[in-house]
């Protein structure tokens, strides 16, 4: 049996891990994707503005766009995490590809705030990386016979 599928395993790695990770990056995540939606049509709406510059409001736009798919990334990550952790045992091979990749853009999500982020949000992140690394290796390499994700 694979640690994996212990569901006190689960458990524990939801309680340490996914807790403190879904309130810090999972709330920043969401200000992002949201701020992102409201910003983008704010910036259309300058275009139009005679009194601005053009590229002010493409200014806006593109870092509208950036923060609402950074935000839809980073909830993808939580979301496949916690799916991880209430998924039924053994997981489908569809299912296992569709956590591969949503954890995947979420490690890609919050690898800038490791990186430069306040200290509290390197600490997080960085766990979370790790943790989402461990998943993906655990769904792709570490079964009993590797298929592949």
């Known amino acids: 049996m694979k640690y994996s599928d212990n569901r006190i395993?689960?458990?524990?790695?939801a309680v340490v891990v996914g807790?403190?990770?879904?309130?810090?990056?999972g709330n920043?995540?969401?200000?992002?994707a949201g701020m992102g939606a409201f910003s983008f049509p704010?910036?259309?709406?300058?275009a139009v503005d005679?009194?601005?510059?053009?590229?002010?409001?493409a200014d806006t736009?593109?870092?509208?766009?950036?923060m609402?798919?950074?935000g839809l990334a980073g909830l993808a990550g939580v979301g496949a995490f916690w799916t991880w952790v209430f998924s039924r045992r053994p997981m489908s091979r569809s299912r296992r590809i569709a956590l591969t990749v949503s954890i995947a853009l979420g490690i890609a999500a919050v690898l800038p705030i490791t990186l430069v982020g306040p200290e509290l949000y390197m600490w997080i992140g960085a766990l979370g990386s790790?943790?989402?690394a461990l998943l993906i290796a655990d769904m792709c390499f570490l079964t009993s016979r590797w298929n592949g994700p």
């Open 50 to 57: 005679p009194h601005l510059r053009i590229g002010a409001a």
């Open 19 to 25: 807790l403190p990770g879904t309130l810090i990056m």
């Open 42 to 46: 704010l910036a259309l709406s300058q």
């Open 61 to 66: 736009a593109g870092a509208g766009l950036l």
């Open 68 to 70: 609402f798919f950074w």
């Open 28 to 32: 920043a995540a969401l200000f992002a």
């Open 9 to 13: 395993i689960r458990g524990v790695v």
């Open 130 to 132: 790790v943790t989402g």
